[in-house]
């Protein structure tokens, strides 16, 4: 069974600009989470998407946002990028809203 | 809000055992997780306590205290590749879940 997967793995963007991150979803998990983790830091919860719908929301600034698709893959979406958003972008899914959250390896974000 | 204190670094040998605390701060929570961290690499879930008491999955275990706001992750008979990070994560519900800064072990021969 394949794992969650994320791309692009790595990417660089400047100050002010945008991005999208995708994750896919196990199969058959149905719920998707995104958390930051800044360089040397724990996790931060951003996002929770659950059958196409923003479930729940971290301390993130509106300029976060995401989508999850009728497959239930997602994007998660960062406007205005600040040099402080540079982190590693980790997408986690789980069979429904009760059950472990299983994580994808990550997309490295670097803003300059 | 919540919050989670662990050791920021625990070193033990090869073959030895190892504990690695947690103890948190919440006003409630349906359970503790576990989660491994390779250096470069995705959290790997390892533990889950929605009870109090020991769960135990091979060389790891994991143990809750709700009255004492306190859990633990035992490794047994440790191998070079348990060198990682080590994070702690209460559920608090609604899926958020709130990890605390992690304890890097390193395992040395």
New interface residues.
């Given amino acids: 069974e394949a794992g969650?997967t994320q791309s692009p793995t790595h990417l660089i963007k400047t100050r002010g600009q945008q991005v999208t991150l995708r994750c896919s979803p196990i199969s058959g998990h149905t719920?998707v989470?995104w958390?930051q983790q800044a360089l040397g830091?724990?996790?931060?919860?951003l996002l929770?998407y659950?059958e196409g719908e923003e479930?729940?929301r971290?301390n993130f600034p509106p300029r976060f946002s995401g989508r999850q698709f009728p497959n239930y893959s997602s994007e998660l979406n960062v406007n205005a990028l600040e040099l402080e958003d540079s982190a590693l972008y980790?997408c986690a899914s789980?069979r429904d809203?009760q059950e472990?959250?299983?994580?994808?390896?990550?997309t490295r974000l670097l803003v300059l | 809000g919540q919050s989670l204190e662990q050791p920021s670094e625990v070193t033990a040998v090869e073959g030895a055992i190892v504990q690695i605390n947690c103890t948190y701060q919440t006003s409630g929570f349906y359970g503790l997780?576990w989660?491994q961290q390779h250096d470069g690499?995705?959290?790997?879930?390892l533990s889950?306590n929605a009870l109090d008491g020991l769960e135990e999955t091979g060389r790891f275990s994991s143990f809750l205290s709700r009255s004492d706001s306190y859990g633990y992750l035992l490794l047994q008979e440790l191998q070079m590749k348990d060198s990682a990070s080590y994070?702690c994560?209460l559920d608090t519900g609604?899926?958020?879940?709130?990890?605390?800064?992690?304890t890097r072990l390193q395992v040395q021969p």
């Avoid at chain 1, 830091?41 to 919860?45: I, M």
């Avoid at chain 1, 472990?100 to 990550?106: A, D, I, M, N, R």
């Avoid at chain 2, 690499?41 to 879930?45: C, Q, S, Y």
């Fill in positions: 969650v719920s989470y958390y830091l724990g996790l931060q919860f929770w659950d479930r729940n971290g980790l789980s809203s472990t959250q299983y994580f994808g390896p990550g | 997780s989660y690499g995705a959290p790997t879930f889950y994070f994560a609604r899926r958020a879940l709130t990890f605390g800064s992690g």
